[in-house]
């Protein structure tokens, strides 16, 4: 992999991740643009004890341009767009629009290809292991940065989730302080060690991989739809050796990564049979935080890696939507039972 940082024309940081080393990268953003203002401000919820970012900024941002307006493919004659070069393999750079930013974190985007019309499930395995080493090198880099407590690598995909381009494309978002989702299960963790001594992690992906609710199996990897599945459709991915975040990954579990996350995405293409259209889906990674845990008694090391990956869509034509007890009360209610989409996520393996 050969990485190239350039700037573009208001000054955002914009990297280039290319699998030929002897790539070279040179052209410069010919656009006129302003610097980027930004309102991103961070409150606290005193009842609840979490924060919200406050972004309104974000209102102009672009929503659904014609493809032959895309800011994210490449530039190409005076079609100028948010990547300088005319042609790219992975690029990552700082979003115009954050929804964090300055003392409040930081937001990028990545771009997994330039073809427009692509999906991540139709990269190749090389391709796939090129974004995995650019999710990895930008937590790396995030990772040092004195208003980042955590790095949350992401991809929303589909008009469904919200998505405003649809350029094949993820985000990562640097946060100034350890998540909601993430104090409920740092807790969690300490509880369980508490309780009996053992790591909360471990024990229930030993339970899971026993379970009929396993989905996929490597060398590596295990991928199993949860036992308490919020979602119509969820698999939960974990690397077998428990390891804290993506820099932690071995090169045996890296390589085997994108083999066994294309066939989970493949597969959740294939859930609503032949004609639907692409599935729509949150993929998140959860690492652990880089903040201080002392206050949770835990360490780094006691927290585990994994990838979620689930769709809103609960049959053909029909969504799941957070009503009243999901958005008033966080609890959640599922249609589906995760044995009957273990089951059909094996039904639709390739072949």
Same mark, same amino acid.
């Given at each position: 992999?050969? %990485?190239?940082?350039?700037?573009?024309?208001?000054?955002?940081?914009?990297?280039?991740?290319?699998?030929?080393?002897?790539?070279?990268?040179?052209?410069?953003?010919?656009?006129?643009?302003?610097?980027?203002?930004?309102?991103?401000?961070?409150?606290?919820?005193? =009842?609840?004890?979490?924060?919200?970012?406050?972004?309104?900024?974000?209102?102009?941002?672009?929503?659904?341009?014609? !493809?032959?307006?895309?800011? $994210?493919?490449?530039?190409?004659?005076?079609?100028?767009?948010?990547?300088?070069?005319?042609?790219?393999?992975?690029?990552?750079? /700082?979003?115009?629009?954050?929804?964090?930013?300055?003392?409040?974190? &930081?937001?990028?985007? @990545?771009?997994?290809?330039?073809?427009?019309?692509?999906?991540?499930?139709?990269?190749?395995?090389?391709?796939?292991?090129?974004?995995?080493? !650019?999710?990895?090198?930008?937590?790396?880099?995030?990772?040092? $940065?004195?208003?980042?407590?955590?790095?949350?690598?992401?991809?929303? &995909?589909?008009?469904?989730?919200?998505?405003?381009?649809?350029?094949?494309?993820?985000?990562?978002?640097?946060?100034?302080?350890?998540?909601?989702?993430?104090?409920?299960?740092?807790?969690? $963790?300490?509880?369980? *060690?508490? *309780?009996?001594?053992?790591?909360?992690?471990?024990? @229930?992906?030993?339970?899971?991989?026993?379970?009929?609710?396993?989905?996929?199996?490597?060398?590596?990897?295990?991928?199993?739809?949860?036992?308490?599945?919020?979602?119509?459709?969820?698999?939960?991915?974990?690397?077998?050796?428990?390891?804290?975040?993506?820099?932690?990954?071995?090169?045996? !579990?890296?390589?085997?990564?994108?083999?066994?996350? =294309?066939? =989970? #995405?493949?597969?959740?293409? *294939?859930?609503?049979?032949?004609?639907?259209?692409?599935?729509?889906?949150?993929?998140?990674?959860?690492?652990?935080?880089?903040?201080? #845990?002392?206050?949770?008694?835990?360490?780094?090391?006691?927290?585990?890696?994994?990838? /979620?990956?689930?769709?809103?869509?609960?049959?053909?034509? %029909?969504?799941?939507?957070?009503?009243?007890?999901?958005?008033?009360?966080?609890?959640?209610?599922?249609?589906?039972?995760?044995?009957?989409? !273990? /089951?059909?996520? *094996?039904?639709?393996?390739? %072949?």
């Amino acid at each position: 992999m050969k %990485k190239t940082s350039t700037r573009l024309a208001d000054g955002r940081e914009l990297i280039y991740y290319d699998s030929r080393d002897d790539t070279v990268r040179t052209a410069a953003d010919r656009r006129p643009l302003a610097p980027v203002a930004t309102t991103s401000e961070i409150r606290e919820d005193p =009842l609840l004890g979490d924060f919200v970012a406050i972004a309104s900024h974000r209102q102009g941002r672009t929503y659904h341009p014609p !493809a032959d307006e895309c800011p $994210l493919c490449p530039s190409a004659g005076d079609r100028l767009s948010e990547i300088p070069d005319t042609s790219y393999d992975v690029v990552v750079f /700082e979003n115009r629009f954050p929804s964090l930013a300055g003392d409040s974190g &930081r937001c990028e985007v @990545v771009c997994f290809t330039s073809d427009h019309d692509a999906s991540f499930a139709g990269l190749t395995e090389e391709q796939a292991r090129l974004v995995l080493d !650019a999710w990895t090198d930008r937590t790396a880099e995030l990772s040092h $940065l004195d208003a980042v407590a955590q790095v949350f690598c992401f991809e929303n &995909r589909g008009a469904e989730i919200g998505v405003t381009l649809g350029h094949p494309h993820g985000q990562i978002y640097a946060y100034p302080d350890i998540t909601p989702r993430t104090d409920l299960m740092l807790r969690n $963790l300490a509880a369980h *060690r508490e *309780r009996t001594g053992r790591n909360l992690f471990d024990d @229930v992906l030993a339970r899971e991989s026993r379970s009929d609710r396993v989905v996929l199996e490597a060398e590596h990897w295990v991928a199993y739809v949860p036992y308490a599945a919020h979602w119509p459709y969820e698999v939960h991915l974990h690397p077998r050796r428990r390891v804290p975040d993506l820099l932690a990954l071995d090169e045996a !579990a890296r390589t085997e990564f994108a083999q066994v996350y =294309l066939e =989970l #995405l493949r597969r959740f293409d *294939r859930i609503f049979g032949p004609g639907e259209p692409p599935t729509p889906y949150i993929a998140a990674w959860h690492q652990a935080p880089f903040a201080d #845990l002392g206050g949770y008694g835990v360490s780094r090391d006691a927290f585990a890696l994994h990838l /979620e990956l689930f769709t809103i869509r609960r049959t053909s034509g %029909k969504l799941k939507f957070l009503a009243g007890s999901e958005s008033g009360m966080n609890v959640f209610i599922n249609d589906v039972p995760p044995e009957t989409a !273990a /089951e059909r996520l *094996r039904e639709v393996a390739s %072949k």
